[in-house]
């Protein structure tokens, strides 16, 4: 793993497909690792060798398997993909995974907006970065599977910058809060999270 500065990290995205996975964070999570592994399966073969994955340092863990999850399955399958981590440097204390190929820290961010989103309809964080990024070089496609506020602020820009998209309806294994679990009294918008019926 290489650490860069932004403009050796955009070097870096050069010549190569860039593609996102956004989604379920940890205060969310998946109900299901089976179809998780279907919807990995799909996104695969629409990656061409080689490609650039944009990775935003959710830790990997399969017994609370988040987006972060998603990565480590996703690069088990697909050794040639180029995942490149963009996080904040206060994160440093918790390490890189070992599928990151280069990761870029930065100070870009507020007790506001620590990890990305929308401020005042401004993107910030992470998400700025990404924005940023597809600036200069344009961002292929974006993965959306489920996902939290920032997932649905990031669909704005991704609308806004009229990026192609797929996006998964995906039961969560928690209620927004990394606590209560889902079960099948819940509602569908219980189960699918603030992005059901938003995204489409």
Known sequence: MTSLSFYDFIKNLENNNIFMIIGNGSKNQFRNIITI??????????????S?????????????????YVFYLLHQKRKD????????????????????????WHNVYSSRCK?????NNEPCSNTLKWVNI????DITKVFILGGGKITLDEF???????????????????LGDGTTKINNKHSKKDKYGITFGKIK
Do not use: T
């Open 37 to 50: 592994k279907s919807i990995i399966n799909n996104i695969s073969n629409q990656i061409p060798l080689n």
């Open 52 to 68: 650039n994955i944009l990775y935003f340092g959710d830790y990997p863990d399969k017994a609370n398997p988040d987006i972060g």
């Open 81 to 104: 993909l180029n995942i490149c981590m963009i996080q904040i440097m206060e994160a440093k204390k918790w390490g890189v995974p070992d599928f990151v190929k280069s990761v870029y």
């Open 115 to 119: 990890y990305g989103g929308l401020i």
């Open 134 to 137: 597809h600036k200069k070089l």
């Open 156 to 174: 704005k820009l991704i609308k806004k910058y009229n990026i192609n998209y797929e996006y998964y309806l995906i039961e969560r294994k928690y």
